[in-house]
């Protein structure tokens, strides 16, 4: 009788892939559940752990990965997935293992949710016979791409072997070759094991995306014709999930008291992420483009602790002196702070999916300027199917520069941009309100997704 009034726990064990960009979501992610009602525990990688004390509801439990040091992006991401997969496999097995030994007699068993790049969570649930649920942080349209190096390879598709060709992808509009995370099919070798991963379903219920249907509809339908599982699109979760910081480097919030000082849309935000590095000598053509831009603007410089210097002791002697007050350089920026902000006006952005989504969530327009991977995809969405933005397509000399941040910012074209920017915005305000994300957590997608959660674990408890 002691056990008919508690209400049977119903446990999440959310496994994040250890980088900025993919850790960020999956606690938002975290949040947005938590306030439904679901125990939730994180299980993370040694490396990039995240910060436990901003979320005191959750449970944070570390698994050993044998990493030492962080990999050099894009090359090593491959070596370092397969090492960390490999090693966080039996830890996390024997976590589960004792999680399901110890759970009260009507308890159900625990649901795992994973991020598609740690498919050892999917292997360690699959047999220990546990609900699992795919997470994608990326971009449906990414996906979609990585999917379609097996169909062009089996249709005997042969793509030019200029990286910078400008002929589109068959099936994947608009995306050309030199859009493609690897414009050579010679050598995919290596991204087999990538392709594995993002195609291989299993045994997985489900697959939810951080995204939204008034931006990627059409891709959206597309995916579920390829595969026939639940989908539920529930961003942007930055703005559903009312979460703390989870940033793995300090921000520095002086940025926001100077931008206060600062006139409605007159500051180019320039930023390129937590991964991706800019070499001395593209510093040095950044730093007088923006200085020769005569515009305001907020630049966020990531210590580089390989070089053990500041990336800011790299400038040109007399840079500081040129721009004076007009500059303002920080070491890592609060960003969605920064993007809402009345003051920004423009962002210089590699376009990582956070970054795009945090972007069109404020109606900030975008100058482009993609490194590698999921950045390719989405600056030419940005540039040829929303609109919000533009490609750097050049070699990034101080000229171009210049020329790009003041066509945004001033100019006739930029204006352009900057309403359908707006426009872009007010679609994701009404996707929120509407059904695909409320800050209240009561939309329709993640209603759904609560319920068809606790009516697998409860399936699973009955089997």
Not at 430 to 459: A, D
Request: one cysteine or more.
């Amino acid at each position: 009788m002691e056990n008919q009034g508690r209400r049977r726990c119903r446990k999440l064990v959310l496994v994040p892939c250890p980088f900025q960009g993919h850790i960020n979501p999956m606690l938002q992610l975290g949040t947005i559940l938590h306030s439904r009602g679901f125990s939730i525990t994180i299980a993370h990688a040694q490396f990039n752990s995240p910060q436990t004390s901003n979320h005191p509801d959750f449970v944070f439990l570390s698994l050993p990965d044998g990493t030492s040091s962080k990999p050099a992006m894009p090359h090593d991401f491959l070596p370092f997935m397969s090492k960390l997969n490999f090693n966080c496999k039996d830890p996390f097995q024997e976590i589960l293992s004792l999680m399901i030994e110890k759970q009260e007699q009507d308890d159900q068993l625990p649901c795992i949710i994973f991020e598609i790049f740690m498919s050892f969570a999917q292997e360690v649930a699959s047999h220990l016979k546990l609900p699992n649920i795919i997470f994608h942080t990326n971009s449906v349209a990414t996906l979609l791409t990585f999917l379609a190096y097996a169909r062009l390879k089996a249709e005997g598709y042969t793509p030019p072997q200029d990286s910078t060709s400008t002929e589109l992808v068959p099936g994947l509009h608009p995306l050309r070759f030199k859009d493609l995370p690897v414009t050579n099919f010679a050598h995919l070798d290596g991204m087999w094991r990538v392709i594995a991963m993002l195609s291989n379903i299993g045994s997985s219920s489900a697959i939810i995306w951080n995204t939204m249907d008034c931006l990627e509809q059409s891709v959206l339908a597309q995916y579920q014709r390829q595969c026939q599982v639940p989908n539920f699109s529930i961003g942007p979760m930055h703005k559903i999930a009312s979460a703390p910081s989870s940033s793995l480097l300090e921000e520095d919030s002086s940025c926001i008291s100077w931008l206060d000082k600062q006139g409605h849309n007159s500051v180019i935000y320039a930023s390129f992420g937590s991964i991706a590095s800019v070499d001395a000598k593209e510093l040095t053509e950044m730093a007088w483009g923006l200085a020769n831009s005569q515009q305001t603007f907020l630049w966020v410089l990531r210590p580089d602790p390989a070089k053990g210097s500041e990336p800011s002791d790299c400038l040109p002697d007399d840079f500081k002196e040129t721009v004076g007050e007009r500059g303002c350089i920080v070491k890592w920026a609060p960003q969605q702070l920064v993007l809402a902000h009345s003051s920004v006006g423009g962002f210089l952005s590699h376009c990582g999916w956070n970054s795009t989504l945090e972007s069109i969530s404020e109606g900030v327009p975008m100058i482009c300027k993609p490194a590698f991977g999921d950045q390719l995809i989405n600056t030419r969405y940005i540039s040829h199917e929303w609109g919000n933005g533009f490609e750097l397509e050049n070699d990034l000399g101080r000229g171009e520069i210049e020329r790009a941040i003041k066509m945004l910012m001033v100019e006739k074209e930029g204006q352009e941009m900057r309403q359908r920017a707006a426009e872009l915005k007010e679609k994701t305000q009404v996707s929120i309100k509407s059904g695909s994300g409320h800050p209240s957590y009561e939309c329709s997608e993640i209603l759904q997704l609560s319920y068809v959660v606790t009516v697998w674990m409860s399936l699973t408890l009955c089997n």
